[in-house]
């Protein structure tokens, strides 16, 4: 059973370009996490997602963020117009559906805005 | 909204010493989730507590729940270097399905 997948590993973008981060959940799991972490720092929440349902996107920057996890294919994370303060590790986790069970994170994407 | 206070931030320790670090809330928790991260890796599950009171052991590893289920611990004995990385606690939260991430308290042993 093949872990969380996200890519790429690692992104270099431009001022003023688009990032698009995908991951692929655990098989069965329905429900997705992003986390944003930087250096030795703890993990910041992002957004919260089920299939094609944003549950919770409370900790999303309203501007220039978005996330969607729709019926087919892996859930994407976009930043538009990425500034330098970007830059971070962001972590994908798919949990199974209903209870209160543990994330698997993926290897994250380490994004890099220059 | 909800927060919970993970402490110490650093503990730097010998090879051999023993570890601990606490996670504490100011309203009752249903559960919590410890997990573990290496330099340079992602979030890694340890375990999950439950009841009241409730002590769970791996090898070298020991986790509480508080009686008032309002904090937890995590101590590891006679450190080993496998053990660097950041420890952190993570209450799930049934408001909302989600887990409330401590800061991490992060291990380091010292040359």
């Known amino acids: 059973n093949a872990g969380v997948m996200q890519n790429p590993r690692h992104l270099v973008r431009r001022r003023g370009q688009e990032a698009r981060l995908r991951c692929s959940p655990m098989k069965g799991h329905s429900h997705v996490y992003w986390y944003r972490q930087l250096p030795e720092e703890g993990l910041k929440f992002m957004v919260y997602l089920q299939k094609e349902n944003i549950i919770d996107e409370s900790g999303m920057p309203k501007e220039r963020f978005s996330a969607e996890f729709p019926k087919e294919g892996p859930s994407i994370l976009r930043i538009q117009q990425v500034v330098r303060g970007d830059s971070a590790a962001y972590f994908c986790?798919?949990?199974?559906?209903?209870?209160?069970?543990?994330?698997?994170f993926g290897p994250g994407t380490r994004l890099t805005v220059t | 909204g909800q927060q919970v206070m993970q402490i110490p931030q650093y503990q730097h320790v010998q090879e051999g010493e023993d570890f601990t670090t606490y996670c504490n809330s100011s309203?009752?928790?249903?559960?919590i989730q410890w997990y573990k991260q290496r330099p340079g890796g992602h979030p890694v599950f340890l375990i999950q507590?439950?009841?009241s009171g409730e002590v769970k052991k791996q090898k070298r590893l020991t986790f509480q729940f508080g009686e008032a289920k309002k904090n937890s611990s995590l101590h590891i004995t006679a450190t080993q270097t496998t053990d660097v990385g950041t420890y952190f606690c993570a209450p799930y939260m049934d408001s909302n399905y989600q887990l409330i991430w401590g800061a991490g308290t992060k291990l380091i042993i010292k040359p």
């Open positions: 507590l439950v009841k």
């Open positions: 986790a798919s949990s199974p559906p209903r209870g209160k069970y543990e994330q698997y």
């Open positions: 309203t009752t928790l249903s559960n």
